[in-house]
């Protein structure tokens, strides 16, 4: 099946810093890359939706200055914590979707990033 | 209203029975298409099943069924001869396809734990 490949799986940051985090399709190309924010024991919430080439989509709640997103490229998305704090630790993952995209095809996800803001 | 809802918050099973997850949701787009991940401790969503709201039969994958109920609004997996490795978080999710087409609704999950 279809990979997508998170870096890094886990990273941890002073407060006030800033985190880049990347989102790759390994074999396809993805038009759409999704954001995902996970916590403890909870499920994901969608924080954005990045269509290659064009702004991302944010979800109601979600700031766009804090959480910068860039789909440069069809295999690419990256997504920066900027000026982090510690409310902002929690699980980040992010998944692909084909660029051909059907009905049936299910959502690709990264492994997943754990940043921890000390 | 919640699009998908998952009742049961944690799961106990014995090894090499079977389980039922549950997973109803609601939604007024008459094609949709309905998902079924694990996650393990590790993080990773892993896809199991797919449903489309069209499909006359159940979907099936391995060990894993679907047991589709479209006028109930359900969509319960079915895990058949559980082994240990199966205990991990499961997700149901939906996919509207005339409506916020790339947006997928995730479920609240259920924590399964396989006893030896």
């Known amino acids: 099946g279809a990979v997508v490949s998170q870096h890094p799986s886990w990273v941890i940051c002073k407060s006030g810093t800033s985190v880049k985090i990347e989102c790759r399709s390994l074999d396809f190309q993805a038009t759409t890359m999704f954001w995902y924010r996970q916590f403890p024991k909870q499920s994901l919430m969608l924080m954005a939706t990045?269509?290659?080439?064009?702004?991302?989509?944010?979800e109601q709640g979600v700031e766009k200055d804090k959480f910068l997103i860039n789909h440069a490229s069809l295999t690419l998305s990256t997504l920066t914590v900027t000026s982090a704090h510690p409310e902002d630790s929690s699980f980040y993952i992010c998944?692909?979707?084909?660029?051909?995209?059907?009905?049936?095809?299910?959502?690709?996800f990264g492994q997943g990033t754990r940043l921890t803001v000390v | 209203a919640q699009k998908i809802t998952q009742t049961q918050p944690g799961m106990f099973v014995q090894e090499k029975e079977a389980v039922t997850l549950d997973c109803t949701y609601d939604t007024s787009d008459p094609s949709y298409g309905l998902f079924w991940y694990k996650q393990p401790s590790s993080g990773e969503m892993i896809f199991l099943i797919y449903q489309g709201s069209y499909d006359q039969q159940n979907a099936t994958e391995g060990r894993y069924s679907l047991n589709f109920q479209k006028a109930r609004k359900s969509a319960n997996l079915v895990i058949s001869a559980s082994q240990l490795g199966d205990s991990a978080m499961y997700f149901c999710?939906?996919?509207?396809?005339?409506?916020?087409?790339?947006?997928?609704?995730f479920g609240s999950g259920t924590k399964l734990n396989v006893k030896p």
């Open positions: 999710a939906m996919r509207e396809h005339l409506y916020n087409f790339n947006k997928f609704y």
């Open positions: 998944s692909a979707r084909e660029r051909t995209g059907v009905m049936n095809t299910e959502a690709f």
């Open positions: 990045s269509n290659e080439g064009s702004k991302a989509t944010y």
